[in-house]
């Protein structure tokens, strides 16, 4: 749905639906349950893993924008409430199932699910035709899941005392500034300082958290994205 408005203003709106089968997904091979006991048809190795096209993913998504545009002045405010489940590790290596033979034990938000996703961006030409251009950026939490070492149950699997990806971590937000001044030279050739500012704000935007019961630092985040960081440029365009 795209719907024009007064005052250069756009608005739009998508809802998405997306569906993947086959995806790469490794089971041990060398394990089944016969009369309620859980054996090893090969008894000569304890795990055979082989790669199957079991894995699905799907995504559902309300897509909404809003447009201005006015002149050489624009600005963009996006925001995405989004749903992805799986019952596997996605990836270009695919993921691994807990259980080989019940799949569903895995399955939950994916790896890559952000419910709420608002981006704005744009840009706005000063005098002296300094012109300057921003993008923010809020995103919820990503998933992660809660592991443990202690066998839960009576079957030979790794145990996870609560679903998959059950928890979340912090939202994240982040403001990138651009500032460039243009020159006309001669024969038609053209020069630009800019001057790049990410992640303005210097906010900890952590990405990682420890799953691990055992681990000391449960719950608390290990790893991070880059904090503030500035750079200066010239280009030629000839």
């Given at each position: 749905?795209?719907?024009?408005?007064?005052?250069?203003?756009?608005?739009?709106?998508?809802?998405?639906?997306?569906?993947?089968?086959?995806?790469?997904?490794?089971?041990?091979?060398?394990?089944?349950?016969?009369?309620?006991?859980?054996?090893?048809?090969?008894?000569?190795?304890?795990?055979?893993?082989?790669?199957h096209?079991d894995g699905?993913?799907?995504?559902?998504?309300?897509?909404?924008?809003?447009?201005?545009?006015?002149?050489t002045?624009?600005?963009?405010?996006?925001?995405?409430?989004?749903?992805?489940?799986?019952?596997?590790?996605?990836?270009?290596?695919?993921?691994?199932?807990?259980?080989?033979?019940?799949?569903?034990?895995?399955?939950?938000?994916?790896d890559?699910?952000?419910?709420?996703?608002?981006?704005?961006?744009?840009?706005?030409?000063?005098?002296?035709?300094?012109?300057?251009?921003?993008?923010?950026?809020y995103?919820?939490?990503?998933?992660?899941?809660?592991?443990?070492t202690?066998q839960?149950?009576k079957?030979?699997?790794?145990?996870?005392?609560?679903?998959?990806?059950?928890?979340?971590?912090?939202?994240?937000?982040?403001?990138?500034?651009?500032?460039?001044?243009?020159?006309?030279?001669?024969k038609g050739?053209?020069?630009?300082?800019?001057?790049?500012?990410?992640?303005?704000?210097?906010?900890?935007?952590?990405?990682?958290?420890?799953g691990?019961?055992?681990?000391?630092?449960?719950?608390?985040?290990?790893?991070?994205?880059a904090?503030?960081?500035?750079?200066?440029?010239?280009?030629?365009?000839?």
């Amino acid at each position: 749905f795209s719907y024009q408005l007064p005052f250069d203003l756009t608005v739009d709106a998508d809802f998405v639906y997306s569906e993947g089968v086959d995806g790469i997904l490794a089971k041990n091979d060398n394990v089944a349950l016969v009369n309620g006991v859980y054996i090893e048809p090969d008894p000569r190795f304890g795990v055979i893993n082989a790669y199957h096209n079991d894995g699905w993913t799907r995504y559902t998504a309300l897509q909404t924008q809003a447009r201005y545009r006015r002149g050489t002045s624009n600005l963009v405010v996006s925001y995405t409430l989004a749903k992805s489940t799986s019952h596997y590790a996605t990836g270009i290596k695919g993921g691994a199932a807990t259980n080989a033979l019940d799949l569903s034990e895995d399955e939950g938000p994916d790896d890559s699910d952000r419910r709420h996703n608002l981006v704005i961006n744009g840009s706005y030409i000063l005098p002296f035709g300094i012109q300057t251009s921003g993008i923010f950026a809020y995103r919820s939490g990503m998933p992660y899941s809660v592991t443990t070492t202690v066998q839960l149950d009576k079957d030979p699997f790794t145990d996870r005392p609560e679903p998959r990806n059950s928890r979340r971590g912090e939202a994240l937000t982040n403001l990138d500034l651009r500032v460039s001044k243009l020159f006309a030279t001669p024969k038609g050739t053209r020069v630009t300082l800019f001057w790049e500012l990410f992640n303005v704000f210097n906010t900890t935007n952590f990405t990682t958290y420890q799953g691990s019961l055992q681990a000391s630092n449960f719950g608390l985040p290990i790893e991070a994205l880059a904090m503030r960081r500035q750079q200066f440029g010239i280009r030629f365009d000839f």
